[in-house]
């Protein structure tokens, strides 16, 4: 008996730990991928919040919610973005980003996003880590120092974005960390169809 309830619980346990390599068994202050947008925020709210925007295709829609206009309180980020397929009436979310600003202090940036990168690899069991670097702007003067993590199902990016001044000043902004979760789907189509 002492054998069947160890190996019961062996099993059990096992289950527990591959439900870690399921993008939707992370969160981003309380939302996780899958949920609906609904759950968190009226349609009118919906309406009020920063649409995303991505140039050459309209097939997901996207917001960006300031945590001075989100009716949740969030514990960790100053804004998040929520994403879901155009036409899906129930508004599930295929992609949630938080992101924390670090005016003028990419070492602060790099130091949290290098921690979340580890902590995040502690908990899954198998992922593909690529390290990169991009550039943004007319210029390609702001850089962003990314680590992807791919899972089955998904893919967990963190990365420190140091925007140029001119960007900064023009759109307001300051350089930050993100973390997104992201399925498979909305991925591929950032990557061939957004932007293209």
């Known amino acids: 008996m002492r054998i069947f309830i160890s190996i ?6 096992l289950e527990s ?5 399921e993008i939707s068994e992370f969160e981003i202050e309380g939302i996780s991928i899958g ?8 349609k009118n709210q919906i309406n009020n919040f920063s649409k995303q925007f991505y140039p050459s ?10 945590k ?6 969030f514990s960790i980020y100053d804004s998040i973005t929520l994403n879901w397929k155009k036409n899906d009436k129930k508004m599930k979310i295929v992609a949630v980003s938080g ?6 202090n990419l070492s602060e940036c790099l130091k949290e996003r290098d921690e979340i990168a580890l902590e995040i690899k502690s908990i899954l069991q198998f992922a593909n880590e690529e390290r990169y670097e991009m550039n943004y702007g007319d210029l390609h003067d702001s850089i962003s120092y990314a680590i992807d993590l791919k899972i089955k199902t998904g893919s967990i ?8 001044e001119k960007t900064e ?24 169809v957004a932007y293209e």
């Open 8 to 13: 019961l619980i062996l099993i059990l346990n």
């Open 17 to 21: 730990l591959t439900k870690a390599d």
């Open 35 to 42: 949920d609906s947008v609904l759950d968190y925020y009226s």
């Open 57 to 66: 295709s309209d097939d997901y829609q996207g917001v960006e919610i300031s």
């Open 68 to 73: 001075f206009k989100s009716s949740i309180d």
């Open 99 to 104: 992101i924390k600003l670090f005016p003028n």
């Open 157 to 164: 990016r963190i990365w420190c974005t140091d925007w140029d």
């Open 169 to 192: 000043k023009e759109n307001n902004w300051q350089d930050d960390l993100n973390v997104s979760l992201d399925t498979n789907e909305f991925i591929f189509w950032l990557d061939n």
